[in-house]
């Protein structure tokens, strides 16, 4: 079964610094991974996706994502964070095998702080 | 283009009221379609999702039900509101068929804010 783990809750960075959100994923077939946000009171928007091509994926807002197999992971990042930035981030996965369902992780609140 | 609508935007119940909400998906045809629930400081919930017309699938057991009338309508209801019913709801679609493109990502509708009070 797959599952994502998104490690801290919340984060906090100053305008103009990096930006990483985590992201681990379990999967016991190669994966599609996806990187969405959400503002407030609003619907979720895809950032970005891995579908086994490339595994450096850029996304829209100047974000990016890293697939690492040997780490499991899919990690967000943006060199320098805007205060437009500030919203919540999911990460999610689905293997790429015929299941339409995507498994989320529990989401990371990214604050930007003046 | 595809765009995904739903409604109302808000709204505010009695507990032991009924509800509906609906979902339509434009510019595509045959899509997956699904519903969720965020909780207050929760992640996602996926409550139901569908691959055609009259097909549901339920993921948890709760006092809400799915159906899908027509192609591209998904509608969530419940016959008796609770005070845990009370949410954010999201609707999603995709393409179905990874041979046609499809690459397993969800596209997300405006949601709906509902209150129970």
């Known amino acids: 079964a797959q599952s994502v783990t998104q490690l801290g809750s919340h984060v906090s960075v100053s305008e103009g610094a990096l930006v990483l959100l985590r992201c681990n994923y379990s999967?016991?077939?190669?994966?599609?991974l996806f990187w969405y946000v959400q503002y407030p009171n609003q619907g979720l928007q895809l950032l970005l996706k891995y579908t086994s091509a490339a595994t450096l994926v850029k996304g829209i807002n100047g974000f990016e994502a890293e697939f690492k197999k040997s780490e499991t992971s899919f990690h967000l990042t943006k060199p320098s964070a805007h205060m437009s930035d500030a919203a919540e981030y999911f990460c999610?996965?689905?293997?790429?095998?015929?299941?339409?369902?995507?498994?989320f992780g529990t989401g990371t609140r990214l604050t930007i702080i003046p | 283009s595809q765009t995904i609508h739903q409604w109302p935007a808000t709204l505010v119940q009695p507990v032991g009221s009924p509800l509906s909400l609906e979902c339509t998906v434009e510019?595509?045809?045959?899509?997956?379609l699904y519903w969720y629930r965020q909780a207050a400081g929760r992640g996602l919930q996926l409550l139901f999702y569908s691959v055609g017309i009259g097909q549901i699938s339920s993921e948890v057991p709760q006092n809400l039900s799915a159906s899908r009338p027509q192609d591209r309508q998904f509608i969530l209801s419940s016959k008796k509101l609770l005070l845990s019913d009370s949410g954010f709801y999201l609707c999603?679609?995709?393409?179905?068929?990874?041979?046609?493109?499809?690459?397993?990502?969800?596209?997300f509708g405006p949601g709906t804010r509902l209150t129970v009070l």
């Open positions: 999603a679609w995709s393409v179905k068929d990874r041979l046609a493109g499809g690459q397993g990502e969800q596209f």
């Open positions: 510019g595509t045809s045959n899509p997956n």
């Open positions: 999610a996965v689905s293997e790429n095998f015929g299941n339409e369902k995507l498994t």
């Open positions: 999967s016991s077939v190669p994966p599609y």
